[in-house]
Every structure is written in structure tokens, then in C-alpha cells.
């Protein structure tokens, strides 16, 4: 299950709605501008400071990783379900098409994904990536249990791909497609078949 961003205990009523509130038109924010929405139109919108809302939300990386989480949720629960997949290379081909096609229409969630290091959080790191990590990995132990992916594959491998081709993706006129083509060509690779 993912995580959910922290929040004091005991937080205030007044602090617990401006949250929700704060959360709500960040969504709507990212939605429409992808993970450059601006911070201090947010804080407009909502009525309150910058600074109420870098309270909740210390750097960027924390606001956006609040968006994502119910779809980093959505993603973690089909991982779930295409474990009972017979056939383990195509259960988790199609976990990972998803959640290219999920980085590809999400606009922000590729940006959540991705390991910024000079933002990363010593303590959290990147919950959004980690949870997706978690997601990934039974899918991923049984392919290479199973001979159908390489042993030296890993679940960090798995979603930096999805996010390199979402981010190369992101200015194409259908960004869907192109980004299934790239899914597809580094599945089969570059050489020709024999």
C-alpha cells in the first residue's frame, strides 16, 4: 500500500482543510501545467500564503508525489492482480505498458517518478518510485524465475525506462503512441530478430 505523505497526528482542523484544499488544486494545477504548476498560483487559488502550502509541501518533489499517490495506488493494485497471470514475461510487460501509457497521460507523475538527486529527500527518498519498486517486484522475481527477463534486471531499471520514455515523449503530437513504439523496441531491442 502506498504511502501517504506525512501530516502531524494532531494536526489542526483549520490545517487539516487547508491540506485537502491545497491537495485538491494541486491536482487540478498538475492536471493543466504537468510538474511545472506553479506553486504560488496554487497558494492563490486556495486563498492561503507560499508559505502555508510549502508547510505541507517543503519542495515540489512532496506536492507532486501528494498527486500521484492514488494513481501510484491504481498502479500497485493491477501489479497485484497480474501476479494470478499464467504467463509471467507477459504479466509484467503489461504492468510496465501501463504504467508507461499511466506516465504518458498523467502529466507530473513521470517528474514524481524520477530520482532527482539534488531534491531526493535523504530520509523518504522518492516514495512514488519506491512504491511502484514494491509493486513491481513479484511480478518481476517470477518472470526471472522463470527464465522470460534477465537476472541482472531490476525493479529501479524497470521504472526508469517507463519514466526516460514518458519524458522523451512528452512534446510528440500523440504521445501515446510514440511512447508504446519506444516500450515495444526496448522490449524486442535494436537487432534484428535470427
Known amino acids: 500500500m502506498p504511502k501517504q505523505p506525512e501530516r502531524p497526528v494532531r494536526q489542526r482542523a483549520d490545517a487539516r482543510r487547508n491540506y485537502e484544499r491545497i491537495l485538491a488544486v494541486a491536482e487540478e494545477e498538475v492536471a493543466a501545467h504537468g ?7 496554487i497558494a492563490r487559488t486556495v486563498g492561503v500564503g507560499s508559505a502555508t502550502v510549502r508547510r505541507h509541501f517543503p519542495t515540489r518533489r512532496a506536492l507532486l508525489e501528494a498527486v500521484a499517490q492514488e494513481r501510484i ?23 510496465m505498458g501501463g504504467v ?6 498523467a502529466r507530473g507523475l513521470a517528474a514524481a517518478l524520477s530520482y532527482d538527486f539534488a531534491e531526493t529527500d535523504p530520509v523518504h527518498e522518492n516514495s512514488c518510485a519506491a ?8 511480478l518481476l522475481e517470477r518472470a526471472v524465475r522463470d527464465g522470460a527477463v534477465a537476472p541482472e534486471v531490476t525493479t529501479a531499471d524497470l521504472i526508469a525506462l517507463a519514466v526516460g520514455i514518458a519524458l522523451a515523449t512528452a512534446g510528440h503530437p500523440d504521445p501515446v503512441a510514440r511512447a508504446n513504439r519506444l516500450f515495444q523496441l526496448a522490449v524486442a531491442g535494436i537487432s534484428p530478430q535470427s
Not at 501489479?79 to 504492468?95: F, G, K, N, V
Not at 508507461?100 to 497521460?105: G, K, N, S
Not at 512504491?131 to 513479484?138: G, I, K, N, Q, V
Request: with cysteine.
Open 131 to 138: 512504491d511502484l519498486e514494491a509493486a513491481a517486484a513479484p
Open 35 to 41: 510538474a511545472d504548476a506553479s506553486l504560488e498560483k
Open 73 to 95: 495506488a491504481g498502479l500497485s493494485a493491477r501489479a497485484h492482480e497480474l501476479t494470478a497471470h499464467d504467463d509471467s514475461r507477459a504479466a509484467l510487460l503489461e504492468w
Open 100 to 105: 508507461v501509457e499511466y506516465c504518458v497521460c
